[in-house]
């Protein structure tokens, strides 16, 4: 890795400022930060011509659906894989591969994606919220036991951001008492735990191709599996309840209950092309991202996510760290963004309480939620429904896209510069309000 053209001394003295300033303004005029999303060329081109031309545009009569499946099986060292609509209708597969229904109760974190919650209220089943690990950004797999119910059924990890956190824990914890572990790896291609694939360690893994993502289709999804029996089901229930063998005992083939949740030929064969690229850009923002917080770490107020000892590959689908106004003069975190993009850097400030959504109340307050669950339950969900650590992460999270890991490391270098020239402003910033 390149030494730093400044020492933390530097970095945070009038000199080290000075010089970012300059680069900012360079920076400004000549390029972005990271590589436009998505990357392609002819190669993703004459994939999807050849889809075009073939005339075989869905998965019933094509090939390209098949073919990603049995390689990102292999990429994965999983023994099924079912390619699905997007990321969002691999998790709902998999609730109804695992049969979560009405008067069930699933485990979630409550810093992750809404669709992470919305597949569990699509099946009027409970979501039960356990408290998040600030440090690393994780569900705090320590609480899942005071979380437990003799009506839970399933808990949802997710590997947010591509990294993971617990994931033994987790899996002791499902196998001893008799419950389905779902990952959802959504942002977590190639991520690993102790060396094999996150995705493959729980019941069921499922995947997102959405156009923001590590491997991109612009939407997609997969589950994976070792179990034949939920892989059949879900590949059942994405396909209309066809059963994936018919046979003289399955009639017409309709074997359960299901949607239309089928990935197209066209997305398979973008996907089969992005594959192509998936292990070198993963290799570059694992260095870019050990660059960065190299650097980051040096500067007071900014404190990388602590990756789990057990987390052999992150993903780094997201770059986070928590961000404390005490070491910048007190300028809030909106300010430090604000502060952040003037000078050519972009972050975001990331997720928000989960639990406390207001359309959650709403749902829970149905009449259909009432007649399943009684009031008695739902008022004492909603007086348990507390994550005190997930609230101050909401608070101070900072994120930064994995587009922005695809850069050289001097880009870097600029981003560290970046926010040691607010840190040095912050004072000012406060002052004019």
């Known amino acids: 890795m390149r030494r730093l053209p400044f020492s933390r001394r530097s970095l945070l003295a009038g000199a080290g400022v000075a010089m970012a300033a300059r680069r900012a303004r360079a920076w400004n005029r000549e390029q972005k930060i990271g590589k436009d999303w998505p990357i392609y060329d002819r190669t993703e081109e004459d994939a999807l011509l050849g889809v075009l031309r073939s005339g075989k545009w869905g998965r019933i009569d094509g090939s390209r659906v098949v073919e990603f499946e049995r390689q990102y099986r292999e990429l994965l060292q999983v023994q099924h894989c079912v390619a699905t609509a997007n990321g969002t209708s691999a998790l709902i597969a998999a609730m109804n591969a ?104 729980g019941d069921c893994g499922t995947f997102s191709f959405q156009a923001s993502k590590n491997l991109n289709s612009g939407e997609g999804g997969a589950l994976v599996t070792n179990d034949e029996g939920l892989y059949d089901r879900a590949y059942a229930f994405q396909g209309n309840g066809r059963a994936r063998k018919v046979t003289s005992a399955t009639l017409s083939g309709w074997v359960m209950n299901g949607a239309n949740l089928r990935l197209t030929e066209f997305q398979g064969a973008l996907l089969l092309a992005q594959m192509t690229r998936l292990e070198g850009q993963s290799r570059t923002r694992e260095t870019n991202a050990a660059a960065l917080s190299k650097m980051l770490k040096q500067i007071p107020g900014i404190t990388p996510q602590v990756i789990d000892p057990g987390c052999t590959r992150n993903a780094w689908h997201l770059y986070m760290f928590r961000y404390d106004p005490a070491g910048f003069a007190g300028l809030p975190r909106a300010g430090f963004l604000k502060a952040l993009r003037e000078e050519g850097v972009s972050g975001m400030g990331g997720y928000t309480p989960l639990n406390k959504e207001p359309f959650l109340k709403e749902v829970l307050s149905s009449r259909h939620y009432r007649k399943i669950y009684g009031d008695a339950k739902l008022r004492q969900w909603h007086e348990q429904n507390q994550c005190p650590e997930n609230d101050k992460l909401c608070a101070e999270a900072v994120w930064f896209t994995q587009d922005m890991l695809l850069g050289e490391a001097k880009e870097m270098e600029f981003i560290a510069e970046a926010v040691a020239k607010v840190q040095k402003k912050a004072p000012e910033l406060v002052k004019r309000g």
């Open 98 to 201: 695992i049969d979560i229904g009405p008067g069930d109760e699933v485990l979630l974190p409550p810093y992750t994606f809404v669709a992470t919650l919305n597949v569990i209220l699509l099946q009027h089943a409970l979501p039960v919220f356990v408290d998040s690990d600030r440090a690393t950004f994780q569900m705090d797999v320590r609480k899942l036991e005071a979380r437990t119910t003799p009506q839970t059924r399933a808990v949802i990890q997710v590997h947010l951001g591509g990294a993971t956190a617990g994931l033994d824990e987790s899996l002791k914890f499902t196998k001893a008492r008799g419950l389905k572990l779902i990952e959802d790896a959504c942002q977590a291609h190639l991520g690993e735990w102790k060396g094999k694939k996150v995705g493959t360690l």
